[in-house]
């Protein structure tokens, strides 16, 4: 997931991007406001953690800001304003959800898969369409060269993972939990195994392959 956050706090905001990178996550952090608000508009951002307290705009008037200009990228408010007022005041600002420090890292990141999960709507007959390959998310269909690809459920997702996240390095750890969930008791070697089959289901011979590793971290797309 690639996040903003906004946060003017030193010391937290490194701590708190560097958990984020470690389950997988994109993290740009700023400190300003104004910087922040800039920033929403020019780069895509899959949920946005506010801080109230910031130089320039403060948290609650960028939420007012980014959503008065029709941008409804989810918004996590993380502050130590706690009182009844302020919860209220965050929301009807335009904030999803609204956490207090200070706060368990556990419950951070079960805020933000959720967040994620009532936000990543999709239309019955989307389509992701990379080069010459289609995913089809309403029928769970893959396409490739105008050749149609069986695929399991778990390849299917954790093909769409990949693919949602063109470009970017994936750790295995987040493959895993985002696939397979946090309980669950597979291992880096049974995800290299899936990657190994999902290449030799989706690549053709002679091209290169869509799927990359990233030595002692995970994979790419």
Not at 48 to 73: F, H, K, P, V
Not at 126 to 143: K, P
Request: charged fraction near 30%; aromatic fraction near 10%.
């Amino acid at each position: 997931m690639n996040i903003l956050l906004a946060e003017d706090d030193e010391r937290l905001g490194k701590l708190v991007k560097y958990m984020m990178e470690s389950e997988g996550h994109s993290v740009d952090w700023r400190v300003n406001g104004d910087k922040v608000l800039r920033l929403s508009g020019q780069k895509h951002y899959d949920l946005l953690i506010l801080d109230w307290m910031l130089a320039g705009l403060s948290g609650i008037e960028l939420c007012r800001q980014i959503r008065t200009n029709q941008n409804y990228i989810p918004i996590l408010m993380l502050t130590a304003r706690d009182k009844v007022a302020d919860r209220v005041a965050g929301l009807d600002a335009g904030a999803d959800d609204y956490m207090v420090k200070p706060f368990e890292f556990s419950e951070l990141f079960a805020r933000i898969r959720s967040l994620f999960r009532r936000t990543r709507v999709f239309v019955a007959d989307e389509v992701l369409s990379v080069y010459d390959m289609v995913l089809n998310r309403a029928n769970r269909t893959l396409t490739r060269d105008n050749a149609t690809v069986q695929l399991s459920n778990r390849e299917f997702q954790l093909l769409e993972l990949l693919a949602d996240n063109k470009g970017k390095v994936l750790s295995r750890e987040f493959l895993i939990n985002r696939v397979w969930g946090l309980e669950s008791d597979v291992t880096d070697n049974n995800l290299d195994a899936y990657i190994r089959l999902l290449r030799k289901k989706i690549d053709i011979p002679g091209r290169p392959s869509f799927i990359s590793n990233v030595w002692g971290v995970g994979y790419k797309f």
